[in-house]
Nanobody, 122 residues
Framework: HLVESGGGSVQAGGSLRLSCAASGYTVNKFSMCWFRQAPGPEREGVAFISRDDITEYADSVKGRFTISKDNTKNTLYLQMNNLKPEDAAMYYC??????????????????WGQGTQVTVSS
């Protein structure tokens, strides 16, 4: 069970930190990823962290977003800085027990949160 929080409305250049609290399992045993979906069918992976804490970012967020996890709190985070209007979307966290090694499609993930909305005004 994954529950996201931390979304909201910010102006361009602002920051938000998203959280994804996991219950029923420990985050260090899962490959995890943040996806986002603007209006439309495509859900884009933007930040990935492996079971061994290897990270990968989409080019569109590299240098601005940071993914991390706190094993003691069983929580995944996404720190988003210098937000742009094009970052506006519903953000989802996803997890899977497979040893995933990098960003990939949504089909790779079994477990999903309900999403948290991020709005960025120019």
């Amino acid at each position: 069970h994954l529950v996201e929080s931390g979304g909201g409305s910010v102006q361009a250049g602002g920051s938000l930190r998203l959280s994804c609290a996991a219950s029923g399992y420990t985050v260090n045993k899962f490959s995890m990823c943040w996806f986002r979906q603007a209006p439309g069918p495509e859900r884009e992976g933007v930040a990935f962290i492996s079971r061994d804490d290897i990270t990968e970012y989409a080019d569109s967020v590299k240098g601005r977003f940071t993914i991390s996890k706190d094993n003691t709190k069983n929580t995944l985070y996404l720190q988003m800085n210098n937000l742009k209007p094009e970052d506006a979307a519903m953000y989802y966290c996803a997890a899977d027990t497979k040893n995933i090694v990098g960003l990939g499609p949504r089909d790779w993930y079994m477990y999903w949160g309900q999403g948290t909305q991020v709005t960025v005004s120019s």
